[in-house]
């Protein structure tokens, strides 16, 4: 009795301190699984808004182009 008190209401709260901790601990792996695949879909995402915007870019330099064309077919001779 000088170890403080009936085992059988020791176990069950260690029992459950274990099965948090171990939660915790599955928690925060699937975190940082969850952190590295937003940062892969970022990083994508970000190479396909710079796709983006060089076909903008090429597009309106095509545009550009003609319309420069069409002036100086039109202009002095």
């Given at each position: 009795m000088a170890e403080g008190g009936s085992r059988y209401l020791k176990e069950p709260f260690e029992?459950?301190?274990?099965?948090?901790?171990?939660?915790?601990?599955?928690?925060?792996?699937?975190?940082?699984?969850?952190?590295?695949?937003?940062?892969r879909i970022e990083a994508m995402i970000i190479g396909l808004e710079k796709r983006?915007?060089?076909?903008?870019?090429?597009?309106?330099?095509v545009i550009l182009t003609q319309a420069v064309q069409g002036v100086l077919e039109?202009?002095?001779r």
């Open positions: 029992y459950h301190e274990q099965r948090f901790d171990a939660t915790e601990r599955i928690m925060a792996l699937q975190f940082g699984q969850v952190e590295k695949r937003l940062e983006l915007w060089m076909t903008v870019y090429g597009v309106v330099a039109y202009g002095p």
